[in-house]
């Protein structure tokens, strides 16, 4: 056989026509090659074994690049061939939109990752934060609570002893104020019974007549009286001895051992003194005999 090439010849409509230069496509076959390679070999590293090593490039990946023998003349710089349409070639089992769409989706779900972390470690501080934030509050609250208590205690403590102070104070006041008030009294009544009624004879007869009507008998009295008294009560004899029973034996006689005042009875079993002096020493006691009963009830 005779190596001899042959040509064949097509005539085409101009605007059908499509020039290719064969070497340029056949760079860029080599480039999709050599990256196709590369991969192939990155992906299938893990499994390697010497045993499986070829030399050289695979024949039919090539012959799949460089199938078209006017491609293979055009390299060997036989010149151009006009063809209609390119063949198109695809990478031998990769699918690069499917690599693309697998990598997209790993970044994808690694930021919702990243950004779930980053959200969850925010709400986590502000739930830690806001939890310090009411640690802190309730334990001022609680602080200033019982600081607040303890010293409306100690103010309630110090209004109770002094009460019991001003208590203590006023019933020494008291104490003291008592006699002393008793003898105001008894220097005022005494001023009052010697001065003003020891010239008001009435007094003298109401003091006889109480003392009269208190005594056992009324028979063979004899009424002692001052002589400056004297003509008075004679005069209200009736008024005296009115009621009471026996009156006729009673005499009334002036006494000149008597002061202005002073009275006496005389029942023959006893005296009963009906003076001014004497009624006030008596109002004296019972003024004293109060303040002491008074005091008494207050211990």
């Not at 009411?134 to 609680?142: C, I, L, P, S, T």
């Not at 001003?166 to 005494?190: C, F, H, K, N, R």
């Amino acid at each position: 056989m005779s190596n001899v090439v042959k040509r064949s010849r097509a005539e085409i409509d101009g605007d059908d026509k499509l020039v290719i230069n064969s070497n340029t496509q056949v760079a860029e076959r080599l480039k999709m090659l050599e990256n196709i390679m590369k991969r192939s070999a990155a992906s299938e590293q893990e499994d390697f074994s010497p045993d499986e090593f070829t030399e050289g490039l695979d024949a039919d990946m090539v012959s799949s690049i460089l199938d078209d023998p006017d491609a293979a003349e055009g390299a060997e710089g036989m010149g151009n061939v006009i063809k209609a349409e390119p063949q198109a070639h695809e990478e031998p089992g990769v699918d690069m939109d499917a690599v693309r769409a697998e990598a997209q989706q790993i970044l994808d779900d690694a930021q919702a990752q990243a950004d779930q972390i980053l959200q969850e470690a925010v709400d986590n501080a502000e739930a830690h934060k806001a939890s310090v934030f009411e640690e802190a509050r309730q334990a001022g609250h609680d602080e200033g609570y019982n600081a607040g208590m303890a010293e409306v205690a100690a103010m309630e403590q110090q209004l109770a002893e002094k009460e019991q102070a001003m208590q203590a104070e006023y019933e020494g006041m008291v104490a003291a104020l008592e006699p002393a008030l008793i003898d105001t009294l008894s220097d005022i009544y005494g001023h009052i019974f010697h001065t003003d009624l020891a010239d008001r004879k009435e007094i003298i007869l109401y003091l006889l007549q109480n003392a009269l009507q208190n005594t056992d008998t009324t028979v063979n009295l004899i009424v002692h009286v001052a002589k400056d008294d004297y003509e008075y009560i004679s005069s209200n004899k009736e008024i005296l001895f009115d009621g009471l029973p026996g009156s006729d034996n009673t005499d009334i006689v002036p006494d000149v051992t008597l002061s202005p005042g002073q009275a006496m009875i005389d029942t023959g079993s006893g005296i009963f003194d009906c003076s001014l002096g004497t009624e006030l020493e008596g109002l004296k006691k019972q003024l004293s005999l109060l303040s002491y009963q008074g005091g008494s009830s207050e211990q």
